[in-house]
């Protein structure tokens, strides 16, 4: 079954804006994987981030995570039409890697 | 991280046949997972496969409908069998590897895009 539940559904933003999204959760992780999803084709790894850690960037990425609201935040700035895609979170929630995903912001930047 | 492939990567299907999807990944790796992501859906796991062993089904899943092989580290097929409509979906294959990360980032193949008529 999913565990997270993300939100907003959808995000329509203009070229140059940031994006934010969220993920919440609903039991303790050892990790939570953020992707991206390009009209239904393969995920593209985004970033991990572990229980332990609080903030990560990659690029013009940023993401958080609140192990005590379980929850955590995708940040995308200064967004590009390239950025067009559905954003998925995944967390696992042992260490037999089985990821367990939430439903999906799709997110679309308007040039 | 990790170079997938999966074949095919879509097919259309009639009601009642089965179809083998396979995955093959540049190196080897102990685990393999098998996703589906019914349309508009986000990705549900089907099963996790190990060399040498019987595959592990998720909650839903059963190995008559679902049967996996995992003849070695770098290769593995899922087949639908006796498909429905309903069966219509994208099946993604993955992998977990070391990334930047760490050692349990986790890759996906492209996806094979099934459509059961």
């Known amino acids: 079954s999913q565990q997270g539940e993300e939100d907003p559904q959808a995000l329509s933003i203009q070229e140059g804006e940031n994006a934010t999204m969220n993920c919440s959760y609903k039991?303790?992780?050892?990790?939570l994987q953020w992707y991206r999803q390009n009209s239904g084709r393969g995920l593209v790894h985004l970033i991990l981030?572990?229980?332990?850690?609080r903030e990560k960037h990659s690029g013009r990425l940023r993401v958080t995570l609140d192990t005590s609201k379980k929850s955590s935040s995708l940040l995308i700035t200064a967004s590009r039409a390239a950025d067009t895609a559905s954003y998925f979170c995944?967390?696992?929630?042992?260490?037999?890697?089985?990821?367990?995903f939430g439903a999906g912001t799709t997110v679309t930047v308007r040039a | 991280s990790a170079v997938i492939s999966q074949k095919p990567s879509r097919d259309i299907c009639q009601r009642g046949t089965s179809l083998t999807i396979q995955c093959q990944v540049d190196?080897?790796?102990?685990?393999m997972f098998w996703y589906r992501q019914q349309p508009g859906q986000s990705l549900t796991l089907i099963a996790t496969?190990?060399?040498?062993?019987?595959?592990?089904?998720e909650s839903g899943f059963v190995i008559d409908k679902f049967p996996i092989s995992r003849p070695n580290l770098t290769f593995s097929t899922l087949t639908v069998s006796n498909m429905s409509p309903e069966d219509s979906s994208i099946y993604l294959c993955?992998?977990?590897?070391?990334?930047?990360?760490?050692?349990?980032?986790?890759?996906f193949g492209p996806g094979t895009r099934l459509t059961v008529l």
């Open positions: 995944a967390t696992a929630v042992s260490n037999d890697y089985k990821l367990s």
């Open positions: 496969a190990n060399q040498g062993s019987e595959a592990t089904y």
């Open positions: 190196s080897q790796v102990t685990m």
């Open positions: 981030i572990r229980s332990n850690e």
């Open positions: 993955s992998v977990e590897r070391e990334g930047p990360g760490g050692w349990d980032t986790q890759y």
């Open positions: 039991t303790s992780i050892n990790n």
